[in-house]
């Protein structure tokens, strides 16, 4: 486990205040979901409880209601990550333009199955929610990129060039 004073360092908590800032003082639960993407890449891109409950306390809110959150949305990872997420979107749209062929490719040619890393800890595979991507489906969010209409082919040359 992390040490609780250096992982939710002074620069974390000035990009939390930058969103805080955005809302009535007394609503400082509102930064909570900007909060947790600024812990969870700060953090190699998972969160561990002791960062939530961190977060929980300068945001003034039940430990429970950031775990809520954290659980809810698929963007927050609550376990150790590969170097990068691979996202592929399943949802209906993505699903029927594609989006099963380009997961079962990633399972059998990088022997991971939706929520595992590669053996190298080069990625790891999701299969996420709609993306907001639906009219250039099949979409894959790559880290923080989105792309779209997306083939096998295209995907494994979108992975061979992640370190
Ligand atoms: Fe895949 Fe919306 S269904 S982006």
């Known amino acids: 486990e992390r040490d609780k004073s250096t992982l939710f360092t002074p620069e974390i908590r000035a990009a939390i205040d930058k969103h805080i800032a955005k ?4 609503w400082r639960q509102s930064a909570v979901m900007p909060a947790l993407t600024l812990v969870q890449d700060a953090n ?34 609550l376990e150790p990550q590969g170097r990068h997420k691979v996202c592929v979107c399943n949802s209906i749209s993505c699903m029927l333009q594609g989006s099963e ?5 990633v399972e059998h040619k990088y022997g991971v199955k939706p929520g595992e890393t590669t053996a190298d800890g080069r990625f790891t595979l999701k299969e996420v929610e709609c993306l907001g991507a639906c009219r250039d489906a099949p979409a894959v969010l790559l880290d923080k990129t989105y792309h779209e209409k997306l083939s096998p082919d295209a995907l494994d040359k979108l992975i061979d060039d992640l370190e």
């Open 23 to 26: 809302y009535p003082s007394e």
């Open 101 to 105: 062929e380009l997961i079962e490719h």
């Open 44 to 77: 190699g891109g998972w969160l561990t409880q002791a960062l939530m409950d961190d977060i929980a306390v300068y945001l003034d809110m039940p430990p429970m209601s950031v775990y809520e959150v954290a659980t809810f949305y698929g963007m927050y990872d």
